[in-house]
């Protein structure tokens, strides 16, 4: 490839499969390494390849968290893809617990409901839901909790934690369907008919991990470098949730 003139590229493999340059013209590469994420406190405008530079500090203006309606209000972002393995961190504060209250949609879902913690996930063939698993009556309006979901893809088990302690787990289930509902909702459900089951209260933090995190390690700084996802929620105004992860994945607040 680096031959830089002629009609042949050059197959290095010594197995002689060179190719034939057909039309196109040779260029010199310029590779320019830097933050190539525009909602970024330092985009470099000239860089071509993004790096692990992204600052997000600018958007830090305070301790702030997000306050959901329970009529119309919540986030969603189209960027986020998930694997088989995923974890989740959220901070919640339940305005009430009457109902189905909606925090997470994608693959994944966590619901309180009637002051029930549940979470389960989408099958492979769409037909329904595997592994819901539940903490009966563990949710009160008003109290701020700590849910972590976990998805494990070699023991095929579902655990659910609050406030660092195991509530609820399943295992031998089967695998998840990683491409319904594409964008990640919080605060609601929706899909391309309905938008239902708002939820009612604040919201201070979401992680994502597209891995399995051991909870002991979950707020390891190192660990929390790594995600996915990292919502702050301290800007404080506007619309847009920064993900502080680096990987672009901005939510929006509808």
Same mark, same amino acid.
């Given at each position: ?21 057909? *039309? ?15 909602? @970024?406190?330092? /985009? ?15 958007? +830090? ?8 309606? =329970? ?7 189209? +960027? ?6 995923? /974890? ?10 009457? =109902?189905? $209250?909606?925090?997470?949609? $994608? ?6 409901? !009637?002051?029930?913690? !549940? @979470?389960?996930?989408?099958? /492979? ?17 008003? +109290? ?10 070699? +023991? ?7 406030? *660092? ?8 289930? *089967? ?14 459900? $929706? ?13 201070? $933090?979401?992680? @994502? ?28 105004? =506007? ?6 992860? *680096? ?8």
């Amino acid at each position: 490839i680096n031959s830089g003139s002629g009609t042949t590229f050059y197959d290095h493999s010594d197995n002689q499969n060179h190719g034939t340059v057909n *039309g196109a013209t040779w260029q010199e590469n310029v590779y320019i390494y830097g933050c190539v994420d525009q909602y @970024a406190c330092n /985009t470099n405008e000239d860089a071509n390849i993004g790096d692990d530079s992204c600052d997000y500090s600018c958007h +830090e203006n305070g301790d702030f968290g997000l306050y959901l309606n =329970g009529s119309d209000n919540f986030i969603t972002t189209n +960027e986020f893809t998930t694997t088989q393995d995923f /974890t989740i961190l959220m901070s919640v504060s339940p305005e009430n617990v009457s =109902g189905i $209250k909606r925090l997470l949609l $994608k693959q994944h879902a966590i619901e309180i409901d !009637d002051s029930n913690l !549940d @979470a389960w996930y989408w099958s /492979t063939n769409n037909v329904g839901y595997y592994g819901q698993v539940s903490e009966l009556n563990s949710v009160n309006a008003g +109290e701020w909790i700590d849910i972590v979901y976990k998805y494990n893809t070699i +023991e095929h088990s579902l655990s659910l934690y609050k406030n *660092g302690n195991l509530v609820a787990q399943d295992t031998g289930l *089967g695998d998840i369907n990683e491409y319904i509902y594409s964008p990640l909702i919080v605060g609601c459900y $929706k899909d391309n008919q309905n938008t239902a089951d708002f939820y009612t209260g604040s919201i201070d $933090k979401v992680i @994502a991990w597209n891995d399995n995190i051991d909870i002991i390690e979950i707020d390891n700084p190192e660990i929390i470098d790594n995600a996915t996802v990292h919502w702050e929620f301290s800007k404080g105004e =506007g619309n847009t949730i920064y993900d502080h992860s *680096g990987n672009g994945n901005h939510g929006t607040i509808i």
